[in-house]
């Protein structure tokens, strides 16, 4: 044993022998479900947000820096790229909204029994389209 | 470290109050968790907004966003919002970082450029915030 952590790890089994507790099993095991991919795809759409501060930043950076500087990041936003980009940032933080929301009732103790738990995940997916393709019909109307 | 039963006693030397306060080697204990809860509660509102405000804005020049940001509400808000978003952020990267990155050195060379990263845009924007606004 190296670390105290180790400990924790440690059980007897019916027989009264030492053994290790069994840690989570691979991804790869497990039947893909609602659960478990609507997990991955919060921490996914978080690590795709974080990405998506960089735009943040350099919009807000070259808005306060010149006129030529706020041409260029509007360009690229404007370039078919850009919008790529934006759509998938845009349901990406749309997902993480309404999945975090998901996550504070949880954290309140609410949603466990599987029937809600699992309504509340299709709920996240289906709010997730409707406020992406509703934003960019007003996005298409206004410009 | 070595995965392996080992002859120590299964009791670890730390009471259970002190596992539940979870004061360990670190010397802190939920505040990171209650950092990323409270940051998420206030980014609802806060990124709605900026949603809006955005396709508010849809075509405006530089002056004209320098305009918005310059009312003294937008500058707050916005605020806020940068600086909601980079805590929130770095708290959630660190828990991704701790989890897949294996290794001491790796791991804390990671969460350094991660938390070096998020500090830098944070205060980027921030000073590009409050130039535009005064």
New interface residues.
């Given amino acids: ?12 089994n019916s027989e009264g022998k ?3 507790r069994p840690l989570s099993p691979h991804l790869q095991i497990y039947r893909p479900q609602i659960s478990s991919m609507l997990s991955i795809t919060h ?1 996914a759409t ?2 795709a ?2 990405i998506g ?2 735009l ?2 350099w919009w ?2 070259a ?3 010149s ?1 030529s500087a ?1 041409a260029g990041v509007q360009g690229f936003i404007g370039s078919w790229f850009g919008v790529l980009l934006l759509f998938g940032w ?1 349901a990406a ?1 749309y997902y993480h ?1 309404l999945a ?2 998901r ?2 009732g949880w ?1 309140a103790g609410y949603g466990f029994e599987i029937p809600r738990f699992h309504q509340t995940g299709y709920a996240v997916l289906i709010g997730t389209a409707v406020l992406t393709v509703l ?1 960019w019909i ?2 298409a109307v ?2 | ?8 006693p ?5 009471s259970q109050l002190g596992r539940v306060r979870g004061l360990g080697s670190a010397g802190s204990g939920v505040e990171i968790w209650w950092a990323e ?1 409270v940051t ?2 206030a ?2 509102p806060l ?2 907004w900026f ?1 809006v405000a955005v ?2 804005h ?2 405006a020049d ?1 002056a004209a ?2 305009r918005w ?1 310059g009312q003294p509400v937008n500058t707050v808000l916005l605020l806020a919002l ?1 600086i909601a ?2 805590r929130h ?1 770095a708290l ?2 660190q828990a ?1 970082i701790e989890d897949y990155v294996h290794g001491e050195l790796a791991r804390m060379v990671s969460l350094l450029v991660m938390r070096g990263a998020a500090w830098v ?1 944070g205060l ?2 921030v ?3 409050v ?2 606004a005064f």
Avoid: E, N
């Fill in positions: 044993m190296t670390d105290i952590r180790d400990t924790l790890l440690v059980a007897q030492r053994v290790l921490r978080g690590i947000l974080s501060t960089l943040l930043t807000l950076v808005a306060a820096t006129d706020f845009s933080l909204l975090g929301i996550h504070l954290d934003t007003v996005i206004v410009a | 470290m070595a995965r392996q039963p080992t002859s120590l299964p009791t670890a030397m730390r809860r998420s509660i980014l609802v990124s709605i949603i396709i508010a849809l075509g530089r966003i320098a940001i940068v978003t980079f952020m959630g990267l991704v845009l980027a924007s000073v590009a915030v130039k535009l």
